[in-house]
């Protein structure tokens, strides 16, 4: 079995175990957060040995290079030696401009825009907690359109960093956030292509900003966006979805809920993913975007690839969290 040498002390790494897990397994703390490849916040360096490819494959080249790898993704197949911190990405320092409830468990948080912080709407940061880690969160703002940074948080049950967003994060309050990261985001270069948009939940985050962003850049193509909830208490933001159908033609706004017994004016039922493919059977030349629930991303992502999108015209963000289990 490999061995895996950090600070001087060598740990044995069990059956098919990764770097992270073994790491939490002997005590040893490394930022972390959705355990899947994704956030990127469990970055570590190689010193000697080689780290996986798949542990590299969503950095950039620089980093590959100098031996940087995902901790949560590689399991290695020789020893390693790696030194931990100092190669997580860049970070910044903000400030909390206002905290409104958007739902009764959807907190819109508007942070400054660091004078240097360049993004798409659409992508994430990781947001810095003192004690839990980081946990990454979607950018619903549009840079050159909204002054501020934009999230919208979800309250989870026992969650250390959103509840501390709901219940304790206060206005002029400093955080720290890393830069932007990811690819969903809105692409110019296909003004006239139809957009199929589908979200879950907070998925509407990144879809909001999205959309907001292809129709500031005058995107020709119709743009339907699909969100759902289990009820209508997590139909956030309808006004303001109205409000843009009303405003451009080429946009159409389908809100469900999937388990009311009983469906409140306005609204479908049904699950966005379920009514988006009804309704759209076939997805050449589409750009699709899908954002929320994990298993509703990874479905939806064969069903609309078995549909006729291109996998390059597939983008999405799974909400993946850390589950001591996963
Ligand atoms: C790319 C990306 C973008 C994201 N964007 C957003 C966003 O815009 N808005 C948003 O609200 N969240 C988003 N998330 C999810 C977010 O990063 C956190 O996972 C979430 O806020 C929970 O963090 P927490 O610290 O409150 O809970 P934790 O303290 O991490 O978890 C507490 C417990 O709840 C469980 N848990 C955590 N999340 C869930 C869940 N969704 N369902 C069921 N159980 C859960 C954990 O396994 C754990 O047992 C995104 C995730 C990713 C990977």
């Known amino acids: ?86 190669e997580a990405s860049r970070t910044f320092s903000t400030t909390v401009l206002s905290l409104k409830k958007l739902s009764q468990d959807v907190m819109r948080l508007r942070l400054n825009c660091p004078s240097d912080f360049k993004y798409r709407a659409g992508q994430y940061i990781n947001l810095h907690h003192p004690v839990a880690g980081t946990r990454c ?23 250390l960093v959103s509840s501390w967003v709901h219940n304790e994060l206060a206005v002029g309050n400093t955080i720290t956030i890393s830069e932007p990261l990811g690819d969903c985001h809105y692409n110019p270069d296909k003004p006239d292509a ?48 109205e409000g843009l159908q009303a405003k451009h033609e080429n946009f159409r706004y389908i809100p469900s809920v999937s388990e009311d017994e009983k469906i409140p004016d306005g609204l479908h039922a049904g ?29 939806t992502k064969r069903k609309a690839f078995l549909a006729g999108a291109s996998m390059s015209a597939i983008h999405s963000d799974p909400f993946v969290y850390f589950s001591p289990t996963n």
């Open 137 to 159: 969160y979607s950018l619903a703002s549009v840079h050159g359109l909204d002054p501020h940074l934009e999230l919208h948080i979800k309250l989870v049950p026992q969650g």
């Open 194 to 241: 139809p957009m199929l948009l589908i979200a879950t939940g907070c998925g509407l985050a990144p879809l909001y900003g999205i959309i907001r962003d292809a129709l500031h850049n005058q995107h020709r193509g119709e743009i339907s966006l699909y969100h759902s909830s289990r009820s209508k208490t997590g139909i956030y933001l309808y006004q303001d979805c």
């Open 271 to 299: 699950r966005s993913s379920d009514l988006a493919l009804q309704q759209h059977r076939a997805l050449k030349d589409y750009q699709v975007y899908l954002c929320g629930e994990p298993e509703m991303v990874n479905t």
């Open 1 to 86: 079995m490999p061995q895996l040498t950090v600070d001087g002390k060598t740990y044995a790494l069990g059956d098919k175990e990764s770097v992270l897990n073994c790491l939490t397994r002997h005590n040893i703390s490394i930022p972390h957060s959705c355990g899947s490849g994704i956030c990127q916040s469990c970055v570590v360096r190689a010193v000697e040995g080689k780290p996986t490819p798949a542990s590299q494959k969503s950095l950039k080249p620089s980093q590959r290079e100098r031996g940087v790898f995902l901790a949560c993704s590689c399991v290695p197949e020789e020893d390693l030696h790696i030194q931990l911190g100092d």
